[in-house]
């Protein structure tokens, strides 16, 4: 079953504060976003496996840990995603990064694949897929799905924000998949907007409306 890590390190904490505030500019609040992502990749890396190697200090030869030569990818799901990409890549620089579009159909409500561009050794891959808000779950789930097609074996989802009915969904639907967030807010209300929340974070992101 999918382990779900809320965090409540004060500085996230701290941050989320200034990220909901509706005054909060488009410059704030995208270097928070960025900032937030640091810190919770900092956390949600702490099982990466690791080896020793033996190196030489100014001293003396000695065994050190590395580690153990785990291929990584960030995956955002377009468009609000792509804020929390820079603050993870400033812990894994070398991570690859690959991008998930979807877009809601008027008809059914449901997420649609439109664009998907992963690195080319998806199998050999553990996965970040990124999303600053988990509402409904939807585009987390189609997401997800889009990546176990194409052979993706380890996965773990990362979001600012989450309602409980979105958590609900993806831990059903993808029970192998670990959920890291950074506050689970009250609900959704009737228009599907996370209560508190803080807007919608692509428009806050980008200066959109």
């Keep these: 079953m999918a382990k779900v890590y ?9 941050k989320l504060t200034y990220i909901r505030q509706k005054e909060t500019g488009t410059k704030e609040f995208r270097e928070l976003v960025d900032e937030i ?3 919770m990749a900092f956390e949600a890396t702490r099982d990466l496996p690791l080896s020793e190697i033996e ?18 990818g960030v995956v955002p799901i377009l468009r ?3 804020g929390m990409v820079d603050g993870i890549l400033k812990l894994i620089p070398a991570a690859k990064v690959g991008h998930i579009g979807l877009y809601r159909d008027p008809e059914t409500l449901k997420p649609v694949e439109y664009y998907v561009k992963l690195p080319t050794d998806v199998e050999e891959r553990d996965f970040i897929v990124v999303d600053p808000m988990l ?8 997401a997800i799905s889009a990546l176990k097609k194409r052979k993706a074996k380890h996965i773990i989802f990362m ?13 059903d639907a993808h029970p192998d998949v670990d959920i890291y967030i950074a506050a689970l807010d009250e609900k959704l209300n009737e228009k599907g907007y ?3 929340g803080l807007g919608d974070a692509g428009d806050r992101l980008f200066g959109t409306k």
């Design 80 to 82: 609000a995603g792509m």
């Design 6 to 14: 809320v965090f409540d390190h004060p500085l996230i904490q701290h």
């Design 135 to 142: 509402a409904t779950g939807g585009s987390a789930i189609e």
């Design 55 to 72: 190196i030489e200090t100014p001293v003396c030869k000695t065994t050190s840990k590395v580690i153990e030569g785990k291929k990584l």
């Design 37 to 39: 992502a640091t810190l």
């Design 159 to 171: 979001c600012l924000i989450a309602a409980p009915e979105g958590l609900e969904a993806l831990k």
């Design 194 to 196: 996370i209560v508190p």
